[in-house]
């Protein structure tokens, strides 16, 4: 890198309101970097993390990496598929289940459950 192309406290300064508003701007681009497991394009052969992140905001190369966006693999999309039919298997079972379990109940409800506990009567 030659020295004119040196980042200069102006330059990155027209950039924001305050020093503060770019501090917390680098430290949530870095947090973003690391979280994703990605260095710097430094663009340089210097190898200072914050001096980095600093060039990258300059060139405006600053991007985010959103994390949270959901990329799905044929093999994740498979593996998906599998758990979602062996749900549906395990539910309808369930189900075939329970309506057996009422069936048994209702013919045990027409026997008469009490015929052994003989009468009551009053002996007062």
Known sequence: MELKDQLT???????????FEL?????RLAESLIKAGKEPDFGTDVRNYAY????????????????????????VAEAK?????????????????MADEDEEDDEDDDDDDFDDLGDFDDED
């Open 23 to 27: 501090v917390n701007y680098a430290i």
């Open 81 to 97: 598929e599998a758990i979602l039919r062996r749900v549906a298997e395990a539910r309808a079972q369930f189900e075939k289940d």
């Open 52 to 75: 980095g992140i600093l060039q990258m905001i300059l060139d405006g190369r600053d991007e985010f990496i959103d994390l949270t966006k959901h990329v799905e693999t044929p093999e």
């Open 9 to 19: 406290n102006q330059e990155i300064k027209e950039k924001f309101k305050s020093d």
